[in-house]
Each structure stands twice: as C-alpha cells, then as structure tokens.
C-alpha cells in the first residue's frame, strides 16, 4: 500500500491560490490520488480524484506527476472558508481502502 | 436529500464496556465504510461493506465487527473497549461499485474512561 508525504501546515493569504503539495513515491499503477479536506469536527469531504492526467473540477484543480509519484492540489482562489485539515490519499485500486495521511493543516489569512 | 447520518454524535464508556455506533447512508447508497480517527491523525480505515458483505477489513483486532443491513444502514461493534479506542469514527457511503467518492457522515465521538 502506498502512503503520502504531505507538510503538516501552510499558510495562504485570502484571494490568493493555495498550492498543497504531496508525495506519493511509492504508489502502484492501478491506485488512485484523491484529496479530501476536513473542517472542524466535521467529516471529510471529497475534493477531487485522479490516476494520471490532471483534473479540475468547480472546487479546485489536480496537478500530478508524469512519473506519478507527487501532486500538488491548487485552490485558485482561496477564502476564509478553505481553512482546513487537506488530506491526499492513495485509494488501492477496485477497493475502497483509503489511505489517509496526517495531512496539510491549511490557514487562509485575511 | 438527508447526507449520512450517525449515531450517537457523542458517547462515553468505561474499560471493558461495549458500544454499538449507528450509520444511516445516503439514500440509494448501498456500501458503507468505516474509518477511526484518533486526535491529531488521520482516519484509519476499519471495514468496507458493500451489499451486505464485507469486502474489505483494516489492520483492527477482533473486537471490531460491523454488519450491513438489508436497507443498507451499518452498525459498528467494539467489545471489551480500550482507552485507546477512544476517537472518532467516521462512516462514509457511496453508491457502490469501485472508483466512487465516499461521503462521510459527522461522526460518533467515543470516549473511553
């Protein structure tokens, strides 16, 4: 199973985009990235998901590797309310073990 | 539409009590999964369900079951409860099938005294 690097906190200021790196050396060809963020004392919520091409989607977009083997998570334009705990997680292909990390404690300033 | 609800959002048990957590999925979603998070960390992943069957365990001692019921809602079970089991857990439903984002429910927060 493949586990993520993520640093444990960044800073961005508000109206800013807020780049959330990740390292997933080890992951294996069939498994997936996928970023969910979770606000205060409330369950994880689902971002976006990708194996090998960029994504974007209305929340953010996806930046990953050719080798596959980091991404970077882009909020164009962050807010107040981006203020969370971003997790990068590598789901093992045709299961729905996700693998969460300790995750990137992200701060909007205003 | 009602997202994925737990139950109870709060309990607090003693050593070697037992404890069942409810989770009620989306409507017409047919797997659920659980996950345990300790404070500071990441969730863990526990048990995956999908129409009823296990098809998917993490690395959990026995204590921990879970079934699925005919109209989908999940119970987990934890016996002879451990101070460290105190976290909180996470259910999460999806449609079913691979390749499905997960929606996590609030969470049960469980205190073990």
């Known amino acids: 199973d493949a586990k993520t690097t993520q640093p444990p906190s960044m800073d961005c200021a508000e109206g800013r985009a807020a780049n959330l790196p990740c390292n997933h050396s080890t992951i294996s060809g069939n498994e997936y990235v996928y970023w969910y963020r979770q606000i205060h004392s409330q369950g994880p919520q689902y971002i976006i998901h990708g194996l090998k091409n960029n994504e974007t989607n209305e929340m953010a977009s996806l930046i990953i590797t050719e080798d596959r083997k980091s991404s970077t998570l882009i909020l164009p334009h962050a807010t107040l309310r981006d203020t969370a705990v971003y997790y990068c997680i590598v789901r093992v292909g045709g299961t729905y073990k996700y693998i969460f990390g300790t995750g990137t404690r992200l701060k909007v300033l205003a | ?113």
């Open chain 2, 1 to 113: 539409d009602a997202g994925v609800t737990q139950s109870p959002t709060h309990l607090i048990k003693t050593r070697g009590q037992h404890v069942t957590l409810r989770c009620s999925p989306i409507s017409g979603h047919k797997s659920v999964s659980w996950y345990q998070q300790v404070l500071g960390q990441g969730p863990q992943f526990i048990f995956q369900y999908y129409e009823k069957e296990e098809r998917g365990r993490g690395n959990f001692p026995d204590r921990f079951s879970a079934r699925q019921f005919p109209n989908y809602s999940s119970e987990l079970n934890v016996n002879a409860l451990l101070l460290g089991d105190s976290a909180l857990y996470l259910c999460a439903s999806s449609p079913g099938g691979p390749g499905e984002k997960l929606f996590f429910g609030s969470g049960t927060q469980l205190s073990v005294l």
